[in-house]
């Protein structure tokens, strides 16, 4: 992980660390998808089986008050907006649903699963001008989101790891986390509520900002413009660049974990 | 749009925008006799809105003390009270346990507290707390719509004279009045940027809005009060509470109120029992005294497209603008005419409070939003009345409307005028049948 030759400081120092095998969504996750956790009342409308009475005891996003796709359009694009707590209640809702445990990646998982085992800058390369045939970014995005899956894909078949929107994560952004990372599954968890690291740039991120060691942080003024004290736990009114690819890991942990990963209460913003 | 650890990071403080200053300046009652200036707040409706505008007041940095607080609920009394008061600590927010009044009456006695009021609660009380207000000569933001009715919108205008006879400053929280996409953008389009505007098009659809359940041991009133958004008597119905905002636009660009208005609506994707009367869609055109048609179209469809934005033609070109900083004029053979810059827009929220208090402190007569609110409000009430009857109707037979939505008594115990039936689903509005004037 990591660059010693970013300008960066906290990509430093490069490292070698190792994971656990997991499973990576190859898209990120559209508005289709995400919709259906937003709403119950759509949900239900639109299901074809009842839905089950723990999906209905689960509990959903405030429905945002201001138009959260800010413009841009919903059909096959990635849904953006939501804090890192709506995010994981979507894994949740997913899980009730499956019985899969799905979760936000780690940095490292998000990393490794960029690299898709290269060396270079970008998966395909060190040109930041080949971006455009791989990514949606501010050079050709034309201030929106994009329909996910239609540029190529990194080597593993990742679709959109650069640009479109910048992915969760799960880990609090720590500029020092890699000086006394450990080696093995490096996880931070989050116990601030700002910042959190986000990666992989957006359609609103210049193509010389852009890498696969790149780290991005969630910022509170994303909620600077939200009406109400608190603040919503769910959505982020000038953030219509962010947006969640989910992983599975190959090893789920025990139900206890799992519970404790779906049921941490969201810290109070105001 | 801000992302951290990118070029973009940095802020520009945004130019900080002054309105006309009205004719005189005035004596602010009660600003002399307390102590170094310090004005006193005091905050009806202590919701999430109510809150946040406090937030904004204290934020200012002048010296303001939160004084007195009410709200119908003890326990949203209590949560806004916890956070402001961690927030900016016991200097600014000295509210004493009889100063936190709860219930329906408690508001006369926080305006009484005060120099200067946020009114925040549900808009149907709207038109009774501002009249107290200015009947005890205070300073005023209140939060949009400013009533549910033609009968709670003449109230408002009546206090509105009254307000501009006693300079009181009035403003009213349609934010776009206080955010710059808006403000350059349309005073281009006055001074003729695209030519005379013969049409438009307002929009405010999305997925919909939040939803309490009924829960054991509720009287009625507390129901309907709990879950406010689906009864008219204190919501107007999304058309007034949410779209207001994009036909106060309309009326801003088109710098008059519609002479008629015609439409249709109804409930088809949200018409559970907790839904209450409210539709989930109107689509309504208002013809202005020229002659000139704005259509307005709102809906709360979960899964459908989202469109928040206002759209306007002229004889020389058109505009686009929305709440995300969009200001753009075009004409009409593509030549983009103006184009307002979206980075690092003020918030227009805080802006709002920064004009007010800065107004406040300088002892200006500056701000007199009621009359316009109480239009804007009338014109999406006129939506409504179109939209709920299947018929066109007048401005004037609008706003001369003899239906009032309001409880004869505000009691826990007592009946709002709209009730569930035996089945637990309330009776809304049909067109062709209902009266609503």
Not at chain 2, 109 to 119: G, K, R, S, T
Not at chain 2, 253 to 262: D, F, I, L, N, R
Not at chain 2, 325 to 341: A, F, I, M
Request: one cysteine or more.
């Amino acid at each position: 992980m990591g660059n010693d030759a970013s300008k960066n400081q906290d990509e430093k120092p490069a490292h070698q660390v190792k994971i656990d095998p997991f499973w990576m969504a190859t898209h990120e996750v559209t508005w289709e998808a995400f919709e259906m956790f937003l709403d119950k009342n759509y949900e239900l409308a639109i299901a074809e089986e009842p839905i089950g009475e723990i999906v209905d005891g689960l509990s959903r996003p405030s429905l945002p008050y201001l138009d959260m796709t800010f413009g841009m359009g919903k059909d096959g694009k990635p849904a953006v907006g939501m804090t890192q707590y709506g995010a994981i209640q979507y894994c949740h809702w997913l899980y009730l649903k499956t019985g899969i445990f799905y979760r936000l990646p780690t940095e490292a998982e998000w990393e490794y699963a960029a690299k898709a085992g290269s060396d270079t800058r970008f998966f395909f390369g060190d040109n930041p001008a080949d971006l455009q045939a791989y990514a949606w970014i501010s050079e050709n995005s034309k201030e929106s989101t994009q329909k996910v899956g239609t540029k190529k894909p990194n080597p593993w078949g990742l679709f959109d790891i650069y640009g479109n929107v910048l992915e969760w994560t799960y880990d609090q952004y720590d500029p020092e986390f890699y000086k006394n990372a450990e080696t093995s599954n490096p996880k931070n968890p989050p116990l601030k509520l700002y910042p959190r690291a986000v990666r992989g740039g957006s359609f609103a991120t210049d193509s010389d900002e852009l890498s696969a060691t790149r780290r991005f942080q969630s910022s509170p003024d994303w909620k600077r413009i939200d009406p109400q004290i608190p603040k919503s736990q769910w959505w982020f009114p000038e953030a219509p660049f962010l947006g969640i690819r989910l992983v599975r890991p190959f090893y789920p942990p025990s139900p206890e974990e799992i519970k404790n990963y779906y049921t941490t209460s969201p810290i109070t913003d105001y | 749009m801000k992302i951290l650890n990118s070029r973009r990071d940095f802020i520009k403080t945004g130019a900080l925008m002054t309105g006309g200053v009205l004719a005189s300046p005035f004596v602010l009652p009660g600003a002399y006799a307390a102590p170094a200036n310090e004005l006193k707040l005091a905050v009806i409706g202590c919701g999430g809105r109510g809150t946040g505008a406090v937030f904004q007041a204290l934020e200012t940095g002048h010296p303001i003390k939160l004084v007195a607080m009410a709200d119908a609920f003890q326990d949203r009394l209590d949560g806004s009270h916890k956070l402001v008061l961690e927030k900016y600590g016991a200097d600014k927010v000295a509210v004493s346990e009889d100063m936190k009044l709860v219930g329906f009456e408690g508001y006369k006695q926080a305006i009484a507290a005060a120099d200067v009021v946020i009114l925040a609660t549900p808009p149907g009380f709207r038109p009774m707390h501002f009249e107290e207000a200015v009947k005890q000569g205070k300073q005023v933001f209140m939060e949009k719509p400013v009533a549910t009715d033609a009968a709670g919108i003449r109230r408002v205008l009546k206090a509105a004279e009254e307000a501009k006879a006693k300079k009181l400053n009035v403003m009213v929280g349609l934010q776009r009045h206080y955010q710059n996409n808006y403000r350059e953008t349309i005073a281009k389009i006055h001074d003729g940027a695209i030519g005379d505007i013969t049409g438009g098009q307002v929009y405010w659809n999305d997925g919909g809005v939040w939803v309490k359940e009924r829960q054991p041991g509720q009287t009625e009133m507390e129901y309907q009060m709990r879950n406010w958004y689906y009864f008219n008597w204190l919501c107007g119905d999304h058309i007034t509470e949410q779209h207001v905002h994009n036909i106060d636009v309309a009326n801003w660009v088109k710098k008059g109120y519609p002479v008629k208005a015609e439409g249709t609506g109804g409930r088809l994707v949200r018409t559970g029992k907790d839904h209450g009367e409210i539709f989930d869609h109107h689509v309504v055109s208002f013809t202005y005294e020229d002659g000139s048609v704005i259509h307005s179209e709102c809906r709360h469809f979960p899964g459908a497209a989202n469109r928040v934005d206002e759209t306007f033609q002229g004889t020389k070109g058109k505009a686009y603008l929305s709440a995300g900083n969009h200001g753009v004029l075009t004409d009409w053979k593509g030549n983009q005419l103006y184009n307002h810059s979206r980075d690092n827009q003020p918030n227009p929220y805080q802006q709002e409070h920064d004009e007010l208090w800065a107004a406040l402190f300088k002892g200006e007569y500056k701000f007199a939003d009621a009359e316009n609110a109480a239009k804007s409000t009338m014109t999406s009430i006129m939506g409504r009345y179109a939209t709920y009857s299947g018929k066109p109707l007048t401005w004037d037979e609008a706003l001369n409307g003899s239906v009032d939505l309001f409880p004869d008594k505000l009691a826990w115990d007592a009946m709002p005028k709209i009730l569930p039936g035996a089945d637990g689903y309330y009776p809304h509005a049909i067109p062709g049948k209902t009266k609503v004037i």
